[in-house]
């Protein structure tokens, strides 16, 4: 199993970015395969965003991302995003994309490497 993020950088408060999740080896046909992402701030433990089945494509979000955030699939690409807006600060951290992740545990069966995002004010 490979996860490949993508799609982080440095950008200033109230912008946008797309997060990028490149999935292989998964079992993408299962009805319960979902995947999820996830961050890490400096400091501070790992923090559940969003998830989302993939052959039903329903997602569920962590309350204070409801409205900012959207998670997403392309089934032809294997490939799951984390649309992110009016980001601000509190924002940065390294954020990752996860394999059938328990939001409660924060525990997973696969984790990808990470994709920085900096948030500046």
């Known amino acids: 199993v490979q996860l490949v993020e993508s799609g982080g950088g440095l950008v200033q408060a109230g912008d946008s970015l797309r997060l990028s999740c490149a999935a292989s080896?998964?079992?993408?046909?299962?009805?319960?395969?979902?995947m999820a992402w996830f961050r890490q701030a400096p400091g501070k433990g790992r923090e559940f965003l969003a998830a989302?089945?993939?052959?039903?494509?329903?997602?569920f979000y962590a309350d204070s991302m409801k409205g900012r955030f959207t998670i997403s699939k392309d089934n032809a690409k294997n490939t799951v995003y984390l649309q992110m807006n009016s980001l601000n600060p509190e924002g940065t951290a390294i954020y990752y994309c996860?394999?059938?992740?328990?939001?409660?545990?924060?525990?997973?069966?696969?984790w990808g490497q990470g994709t920085q995002v900096t948030v500046s004010s």
């Open positions: 080896g998964l079992a993408f046909t299962s009805s319960t395969l979902a």
């Open positions: 996860a394999v059938n992740a328990n939001y409660v545990s924060r525990r997973a069966d696969y």
């Open positions: 989302i089945n993939w052959r039903a494509g329903n997602t």
